[in-house]
């Protein structure tokens, strides 16, 4: 099964509204990575939080993770329709050789 | 810009006709992927390539072949396509294997 497991699968909200999506993972990391994607199209490097660091932060982006849970979160704040898109979880390995595993995806939506 | 080039975006093939998928990054990136996106499957690695002349098998690697003769070009190769390879194709560039992956736009194909 995928590394990065993603929880929701789906999400509806309001414009506005506040988003968070959860990411959960079975083995060490090395670092740990979100990805956007516009429906059909390529992946988007959002965001990056090494196992070493507990939370970080990127315009109205919120990253957390924590190692003893293997758990992410990503938040969203002040969600805006253009944020509709799926959201990815990666997980890079154990070592600076570690491949990146990519989860399945939360689906975004948010609604004017 | 930074980015990575995919060719074609589009393409519809019979089973068994020999195809080339481009892949171009301008960015002097060491580490190059193949991924396959199914819905419900999430990003699955087909090959990778460390470097040039290097490279390896990901986790689905059946039914393709990949080549890295040039640093910016990975080319993805299905020597007889069949109807399970109906899928969309991303190809990624990183400077390492887990840290920031630039994907390319996608390829969206069908083999009937």
């Known amino acids: 099964s995928q590394q990065g497991e993603e929880d929701p699968q789906a999400l509806s909200i309001q414009e506005g509204e506040n988003a968070t999506m959860n990411c959960s993972y079975k083995?060490?990391?090395?670092?740990l990575q979100w990805y956007r994607q516009n429906s059909g199209r390529g992946l988007v490097h959002l965001i990056l939080?090494?196992?070493?660091?507990r939370e970080k932060h990127s315009g109205r982006l919120r990253v957390t993770l924590d190692t003893s849970k293997k758990s992410s979160s990503l938040l969203i704040t002040a969600s805006r329709a253009a944020d509709t898109a799926s959201y990815f979880c990666a997980t890079g390995g154990g070592t600076s050789y570690g491949k990146l595993t990519f989860g399945q995806g939360t689906i975004l939506t948010v609604h004017p | 810009e930074a980015q990575v080039t995919q060719n074609p975006r589009y393409l519809i093939t019979v089973t068994g006709k020999k195809l080339t998928v481009t892949c171009s990054q301008n960015?002097?990136?060491?580490?190059m992927s193949w991924y396959r996106q199914d819905p419900g499957l999430g990003l699955r690695q087909i090959y990778y390539?460390?470097?040039?002349?290097?490279?390896d098998k990901g986790d689905v690697p059946e039914g393709y072949k990949v080549s890295r003769k040039e640093k910016r070009n990975f080319p993805l190769i299905l020597e007889s396509p069949s109807p399970n390879q109906t899928s969309l194709y991303f190809c990624?560039?990183?400077?390492?294997?887990?840290?920031?992956?630039?994907f390319g736009q996608g390829t969206r194909l069908t083999v009937v």
């Open positions: 960015m002097n990136h060491e580490y």
């Open positions: 939080i090494r196992s070493n660091e």
């Open positions: 083995t060490s990391i090395n670092n």
């Open positions: 990624a560039s990183s400077r390492q294997r887990n840290t920031e992956a630039f």
């Open positions: 390539s460390m470097n040039v002349e290097v490279t």
